[in-house]
């Protein structure tokens, strides 16, 4: 088919997929991976793109249309097959360092790990910025080297690149078109990318609450059993977690800061016990679903004996990092105090608070491309159940930059109250 002939295939499918989509009526897979690919080679323009999806963000789409976008756009570029693999994603949070203690540890019980990683997005952070405040780590690979370092280390992270490009340039479209809280558009996207990357075994973290992009457990719930049920139609083994995002996960947010935190775990030192429990359930459920014996004393075994975090350092060299670096983390040496104002018992920390400090801060973009500040970030003293005195230091500040803009979210942050609270539950609901 010539160029032109082939533009004017997709532009009357797209032009057609608007008319069906604008009534609430289904697309048939063929128009979707017509359009799909139309969009992607850049033959169907934004301005038609941007009305297909406007109203697919009002009318919604079947599970056969969604699984077929699904389908397309883990089809549209390159597709890794790593069958025995697991893999993990976060809908994002605050201070959630799953990624960096989860799977060292699945790793050491002899799982297998070929996972995708993304870079933080306004106040939640990314696996591949926490990982890069480690001097030398580096996410460019080519797939040889990564399925090598899978064969030799058991673990290895790399970033979207060539996978699923129809997803990044649909993504980057909703982004200013105010498409991207839809559940079908949200689930094809995430579910897209993880099946390009191909690893056979996968857990949802789908967080829940101020600092997450699902505000409620129902909205998370219908979420994670989109995800779910996506990932399983393109025979991807999976299962979910709904968890907390009302406080961040433990108490550190900030890259260098949480990858700090994140050893403490794995070699066996004082850390937040919400990040322990996390940790350790994601583990469990990944080592369940690769049909691992005695899960839970696999993965004790992993921490008591130092393995999880061998894991962990062997991880680091590999991908260029400094494995000197986890022995003691670089975090800003300026640090400033929070006292409370007032006493109480702690309902929450907020999240959506405490990630905008960090953000402020230099943890956190606040437009795309704006460099980070690796050492900076917030720690949490206090938490939800806890009672604080007027006076009290309730959080520490990293950094120099916006610190009065940081103190005052982070007081507005701690949510206080007259009666006893109790602490929040890390993980609300799973399936
Ligand atoms: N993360 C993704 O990868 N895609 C979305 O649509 C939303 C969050």
Redesign the pocket.
Known sequence: MSDQRSDSTAINAVLDAIEVKKFGGELSEEQISSVVAGYTDGSVPDYQMAALLMAIFINGMSREETVALTRTMADSGERYSFPECVDKHS??GVGDKVSLTALPIVAACGAPVAKLS?RG?GVTGGTIDKLESIPGFTFEMTERQFREQIERVGMALTEAGDLAPA?KAI?AL?DTTGT?DSLP??GS??VS?KAATGAGFLIYDVKCGSGA?MKTPEKARELAELLVDLSEALGVSSSALITDMDNPLGRAVGNALEVRESVALLKGEEAPEDLARMARAVAVRLLQLKDTPDPERAVEEALTSGAAYAKLCEFVEAQGGDPGFLESPVVSGSVAEVRAAEGGYVERFDALGVGQAALVLGAGREKKGDPLDYGAGVEVLVRSGERVEAGEPVALLYGEKNVERAEKLVREALRLSEQPTESAPAILDSL
């Open positions: 809908t994002g993304g997005l997803d993504y909703r991207v558009l949200i996207s995430i990318k992009f």
